[in-house]
């Protein structure tokens, strides 16, 4: 089955810094992955598209300066969260979309969430 | 607005008990709907995927419904496990917007032994 891995699965980091998350499809091609946040019992919030070689396109209301998105091959996304601070602190989860396949339609496959904590 | 609403919110039962979860989407035009379960601190793991010309589908214990027309689903779990204890959620796609998602908020489901 096509899985996605995320690293870290969790990182604790001081305010100000920056933390980048890793998002990878492992045995398969995904010319688009999206990005979501989680916070606790409450649902998956989409903050950005990523596209292969192109820029990514945000949700409204999440600043493209903060949570930078690089999708630099058919097989990595990354996010970059910029000067973060605490309300920064959340789950964030990836997902990949593969090229299409027959009768799997645009199913999404998801990682397993990076914990971002910011002291 | 597109929209997914499930229900209940949260859910307790015996180990051993059956259970359903409803879910109901406003999401016009109609691609699929998906049934995910996410462990805390784990990512959504796909359990059913359903077009509008499926009415019911089955993954083990879990056997999922539609009705396209009062556009309303169920997943129902048969003899259920510790193991169940998670986050249902469910998830509707568009024709409209390819490969964005409209998420419910989910049920969380705790099975007592």
């Known amino acids: 089955g096509a899985v996605v891995s995320q690293h870290p699965s969790r990182v604790i980091c001081k305010s100000g810094t920056s933390v980048k998350i890793e998002c990878r499809s492992l045995?398969?091609?995904?010319?688009?992955m999206f990005w979501y946040r989680q916070f606790p019992k409450q649902s998956l919030m989409l903050m950005a598209t990523s596209n292969e070689g192109s820029k990514a396109t945000y949700e409204q209301g999440v600043e493209k300066d903060k949570f930078l998105i690089n999708h630099a091959s058919l097989t990595l996304s990354t996010l970059t969260v910029t000067s973060a601070h605490p309300e920064d602190s959340s789950f964030y989860i990836c997902?990949?979309?593969?090229?299409?396949?027959?009768?799997?339609?645009?199913?999404?496959?998801f990682g397993p969430g990076t914990r971002l904590t910011v002291l | 607005k597109n929209q997914v609403e499930q229900s209940p919110q949260s859910l307790i039962i015996l180990e051993g008990k059956n259970c359903t979860l409803q879910c109901n989407y406003t999401v016009s035009p109609f691609s699929n709907l998906r049934w995910y379960k996410q462990d805390t601190g784990r990512g959504p793991v796909s359990l059913t995927i359903m077009t509008f010309s499926e009415n019911t589908k089955s993954n083990g214990r879990y056997t999922a419904t539609l009705d396209a027309d009062t556009k309303q689903s169920s997943l129902h779990i048969t003899a259920s496990q510790l193991s169940d204890s998670a986050s249902y959620i469910c998830v509707v796609s568009s024709f409209r917007s390819y490969g964005k998602l409209t998420f419910g908020q989910g049920t969380i489901l705790t099975v007592h032994p």
């Open positions: 045995d398969f091609q995904a010319t688009t």
């Open positions: 997902s990949a979309l593969p090229f299409r396949l027959a009768g799997e339609g645009d199913t999404q496959y």
